[in-house]
């Protein structure tokens, strides 16, 4: 470990002249890259939780919330590693702003990270899924920080890659004090290294916590009329032009409905509003909707949840065409049957989980209109499905429990 720390850092002394001009074109970004910006003191109760990204942040976030609510002694120093991931977690601490005070995560460097922990001085590190930094680990242990990765998976790439490493990952993982895995594969995985401690206790990102909304109210602010509503979720570059072809299908099979879409980006809007216009559909924005339209265009955040609750058919974006796809979960918790593309990589294993309950369909854009008219002429599937999304959902809830059982061991 000494060795590959002496690498590291020769490693970053030589790309210094890269990181001083990041700092200087990102000097907000980089300042939290290079451990440079300052953290709040306090003496009360400090732990660190890292999670990766959007997706990560979300999966952790019902946990953050009911350990706030426990534990308002302490002060959470929440880290994520990309932008995105930061930007969610801002939302989550705007909720808590004594409890959790957000960051980007610093290089795993020697000299940074020994810099960052001096700062923040945690008595538990919680890192997330597969956020197995070495220094940061190697120093935070050196602290007498204790250590647990939660949530934890490991693919059979992984285990390939850490194997050409092994002497290296078998230190660090001898280290976490705790490893709670996803699922039994995962456990097996992580067994083949030098692990202390290992139970399985579910998937997290199946714990969620979202509010019971009262739909009739959602559809009459927003003008939803029919008895068929579809909403298309996170969409993505080439997916608009897909719910187009879907209206107009649906039209020419005499089928009343209401077709609800909701950008991953909302800086598409101009893009996606120019697609509607060629196709003749008469769409309102959410912000501006006075009547009823064919079809619905969600123009600001955090109102998709809303749309799933009303829908009678939820669309999983990013998954038609190679964008990794988007996490399906939250249709899930509404008890909607739900349809996705074949590129779905970045949320493979949730989507495994709810095909073995037969709750999600995974489609090809040339069938995906048969299938919306599929479901729409057998309400008993759509009924069928929404109920085994339900159960997966219920399946998984204690493995919030059982983390935060963990957590409080190592308080």
Request: aromatic share 10%; net charge positive; glycine share 4%.
């Amino acid at each position: 470990m000494l060795f590959y720390n002496l690498i590291i850092t020769l490693l970053f002394v030589f790309l210094r002249p890269y990181f001083l001009i990041q700092l200087i074109a990102k000097n907000r970004e980089w300042k939290w890259r290079l451990g440079l910006a300052k953290f709040p003191y306090t003496k009360r109760k400090r732990i660190w939780i890292h999670a990766s990204s959007v997706g990560e942040i979300n999966g952790i976030s019902s946990l953050i919330n009911r350990f706030v609510k426990a534990h308002p002694e302490c002060l959470i120093y929440l880290s994520t590693m990309t932008l995105t991931g930061q930007e969610r977690a801002k939302q989550i601490a705007l909720n808590h702003p004594r409890n959790i005070f957000p960051f980007l995560f610093p290089l795993d460097v020697p000299l940074i990270m020994m810099m960052v922990l001096s700062k923040i001085k945690p008595k538990l590190l919680i890192l997330t899924e597969t956020e197995i930094w070495p220094v940061l680990i190697f120093y935070a242990k050196k602290m007498s920080c204790k250590i647990l990765l939660i949530n934890a998976r490991l693919s059979e790439k992984s285990v390939r890659n850490y194997n050409k490493l092994k002497v290296i990952f078998n230190e660090t993982i001898s280290k976490i004090d705790f490893i709670s895995a996803q699922s039994e594969i995962d456990k097996d995985r992580f067994s083949e290294f030098e692990t202390k401690n290992i139970e399985v206790n579910g998937n997290l990102k199946f714990a969620l916590s979202l509010p019971d909304f009262e739909n009739n109210q959602i559809r009459n602010g927003w003008n939803i009329k029919s008895d068929l509503v579809i909403t298309f979720g996170s969409s993505r570059p080439g997916e608009e032009e897909l719910v187009a072809e879907l209206h107009k299908y649906l039209i020419s099979q005499g089928i009343k409905h209401q077709i609800i879409i909701a950008p991953r980006h909302l800086n598409r809007l101009p893009e996606i509003e120019k697609i509607l216009k060629n196709y003749n559909i008469k769409y309102e924005k959410l912000s501006e909707v006075k009547d009823e339209c064919d079809i619905l265009l969600i123009d600001k955040m955090g109102e998709l949840t809303k749309a799933y609750s009303i829908s009678d058919i939820a669309i999983i974006g990013g998954s038609f065409y190679d964008f990794g796809g988007h996490n399906p979960l939250e249709a899930a918790y509404f008890g909607k049957p739900i349809l996705m593309g074949k590129f779905h990589i970045s949320c493979r294993k949730t989507v495994e989980i709810l095909m073995k309950y037969n709750a999600i369909e995974i489609v090809d854009k040339e069938e995906l209109n048969q299938k919306v008219l599929d479901l729409y002429k057998h309400p008993e599937i759509r009924k069928r499905m929404g109920y085994s999304a339900k159960i997966v959902m219920k399946d998984n809830k204690e493995s919030l429990n059982k983390t935060l059982d963990l957590i409080e061991k190592y308080l």
